[in-house]
């Protein structure tokens, strides 16, 4: 496997073009699969816990034949409630390999989340958000350690 850790998404083509949303979609891919290596065979609702950060809670939504729809977020408690932040939907094309972030919620409490959805209107550009926010958390999410794995 491809270990694209290093590569910088923008680098890869013209950032906010299609083909660089493609190779978006396929880094985003290369690192859900680094997180859940089992992709693929999974079902229900799956948590990841790693000392000094949040735990992780994925949800399998929906599976077809080529792909595979799936809740990445964390669930946070705080002494307003629990809160859960980023609320991120994600599709992940099996035969394509490539792993597109759908939806992202609406009200982000990070102030550098809010600052990125404010910023991007058009439909291009909210793809292009919505999933070099799924790249670089996916890319947090595995140096924190976490890991998803059948039970």
Not at 46 to 72: K, M, P, Q, W
Request: aromatic share 8%; glycine share 6%.
């Amino acid at each position: 496997m491809l270990l694209d850790t290093y590569l910088v998404p923008e680098a890869i083509a013209k950032p906010r073009s299609f083909v660089g949303l493609m190779a978006l979609y396929e880094s985003n891919f290369l690192r859900l699969l680094r997180l859940v290596p089992e992709l693929s065979r999974l079902d229900g609702c799956f948590r990841s816990s790693v000392a000094g950060d949040c735990d992780l809670h994925i949800e399998i939504l929906e599976r077809n034949r080529y792909t595979l729809t799936l809740s990445l977020t964390y669930h946070l408690e705080t002494e307003e409630g629990l809160f859960i932040d980023p609320d991120m939907t994600i599709r992940a094309y099996l035969d394509g390999q490539l792993a597109e972030a759908m939806a992202i919620g609406d009200s982000q409490r990070h102030p550098t989340l809010r600052r990125l959805v404010g910023e991007h209107r058009s439909e291009l550009d909210r793809r292009w958000r919505r999933n070099v926010v799924l790249n670089k958390w996916l890319d947090y999410l595995m140096e924190q350690g976490h890991l998803i794995l059948e039970r």
